[in-house]
């Protein structure tokens, strides 16, 4: 198969199919470590947004063991997550980048399930 393409989690999540496969991922992922995710979707909202506004609100809720689990079991590489912890917003970072690995794991499952 060629290379993989270029993945723009902004265009892909605009796909509601492809943002409700990100969302059972996220939903997933977190009940894996034992906290509920509870989303609903706002059409107010950008989706980007109303999702980055829960992980938000769900990882505030967490211990420093239970990020530290969730940041490993989604495969968060370590080198995001120092340079993240780095800048001033690091927080907002943070949960951007765990929107973009969620939507990235079901970009390649897609992707490669071809």
């Known amino acids: ?8 989690p902004l265009n892909e999540l605009k796909n509601l199919s492809f943002a409700a496969l990100t969302i059972a ?5 977190f009940a894996r470590i034992s906290v509920d995710f509870n989303f609903e979707k706002d059409k107010k909202i950008e989706l980007k947004n109303q ?10 809720n967490l211990t420093s063991i239970e990020l530290q689990q969730f940041i490993y079991l989604i495969d968060l590489k370590e080198t995001d997550f120092h340079s993240a912890s780095h800048h001033e917003n690091f927080l907002n970072i943070l949960y951007e980048k765990i929107l973009y ?9 897609k992707y490669y399930s071809l």
């Open 51 to 60: 999702l980055i506004a829960e992980v938000e609100k769900t990882i505030s």
């Open 1 to 8: 198969m060629g290379t993989t393409p270029i993945f723009e």
């Open 101 to 109: 690995r969620e939507a990235y794991k079901v970009f390649l499952r």
């Open 25 to 29: 991922q996220i939903t997933k992922d």
